[in-house]
């Protein structure tokens, strides 16, 4: 806050007692969390346990609501995040969706935003902006529907081990995790429970949560939601999801294989997409239009769906291996899933479960859109 002092009372001159000193307190009343990527993770310089997601605090006098437009640019230092040189090292920081920040509380807001290099051209890492400019007329009027499955692995802050997990040693086989309850069972649901809850105080679209295969590892889903929407929730969730974390001593990560060794499931982002002409009576010959482009443009996808997913797509743990693309009703170790009563309706949605943990969701939903609904 800023003090502005003022001094009054009579005419020059008048006695030190007639004075009377006025203190304004001017205060600011809203803190923005401007959050952006770097696009590092999984590569060399963070490897897979630093996650991508950045932010800084921006404050302001009053309240600007919840429209990005209301919101001004910023700049950080792109040398310090991987994003630019030193010599030229200012990159722009461009809201473009806020929400109800459910950690500070209202009037506090989180703003996602898009960045721009230092020539005001978008930077290599705004996949929002490749997003952005293959929506034409044509995909909005196939209004299509995402569903994102988001798994992660909660690991122990101090000693870098899967979290619940012995010291030293493994847990009992796969089996009794999935969906369980009890603390023989379920590792970490304080820190689910609280970023469901923070998801749903932000408005974000998240339909639920579950244990996952492995101890440790849990899913969280958003969605239906819109391409561009997609891709702003779950980077909201996830910024969410590391920020609770530093409450717990908990790091989540998104490795596509944190344990390599034993008899345990990776860690996946499955996708569920649909458009309009799949969602009406009759759609399932538009899916299975959908799943033969796709069948075509493997290579492409695969390249762009996460960093280390060769070691999570081997054809175990209802995976399809990485070089093979197969398609199947309700079958959990297809390359895309058509879900049995979409099949038995005729109509609906189909899942690609090829998608990493890691992967960057507005890439996910960019590439689905240029394979059905461009190709």
């Excluded at 034993?262 to 759609?283: E, I």
């Amino acid at each position: 806050m800023r003090l502005n002092t003022q001094v009054s009372g009579r005419a020059t001159g008048a006695p030190r007692q007639g004075r009377r000193l006025t203190v304004r307190v001017q205060a600011y009343g809203m803190k923005a969390e401007y959050i952006w990527a770097d696009g590092n993770e999984g590569k060399a310089e963070k490897g897979m346990i630093f996650n991508e997601m950045r932010s800084k605090t921006k404050c302001f006098e009053a309240p600007l609501g919840l429209d990005a437009s209301e919101y001004p640019d910023w700049s950080f230092d792109g040398s310090s995040t991987g994003q630019a040189e030193g010599n030229n090292s200012d990159c722009i920081l461009r809201p473009v969706r806020v929400v109800t920040d459910p950690i500070r509380g209202a009037p506090h807001v989180l703003v996602m935003c898009e960045v721009f290099a230092p020539d005001g051209k978008p930077h290599s890492t705004n996949t929002r902006a490749k997003l952005r400019e293959i929506i034409d007329d044509k995909v909005t009027a196939e209004d299509c529907w995402y569903g994102f499955e988001q798994e992660y692995t909660m690991l122990a802050k101090t000693s870098g081990h899967i979290y619940g997990w012995p010291a030293g040693g493994f847990p009992a086989p796969q089996g009794p995790f999935y969906c369980g309850v009890g603390a023989e069972s379920a590792f970490g649901r304080p820190l689910a429970e609280a970023h469901m809850e923070a998801c749903m105080k932000a408005g974000l679209v998240i339909s639920g949560i579950n244990a996952e295969v492995m101890p440790g590892q849990w899913e969280y889903q958003i969605g239906p939601v819109g391409p561009l929407a997609l891709g702003d929730e779950v980077m909201l969730s996830r910024w969410l999801l590391h920020r609770l974390g530093e409450d717990f001593g908990i790091v989540s990560t998104f490795n596509p294989k944190p344990v390599r060794t034993g008899d345990w499931n990776g860690t996946g982002a499955h996708t569920n997409f649909s458009t309009k002409g799949m969602r009406v009576p009759g759609g399932m010959k538009v899916i299975e239009e959908a799943v033969e482009k796709l069948s075509k443009t493997h290579i492409e996808h695969i390249t762009q769906y996460g960093i280390g997913n060769e070691a999570r797509l081997t054809g175990k743990h209802e995976t399809c291996d990485i070089n093979t693309f197969k398609h199947g009703v309700a079958d959990r170790g297809s390359s895309i899933r058509i879900p049995l009563p979409v099949m038995l309706k005729g109509y609906g949605y189909l899942e690609d479960r090829r998608p990493a943990a890691n992967v960057d969701p507005y890439t996910v939903a960019r590439l689905l859109i240029k394979t059905v609904l461009k190709g």
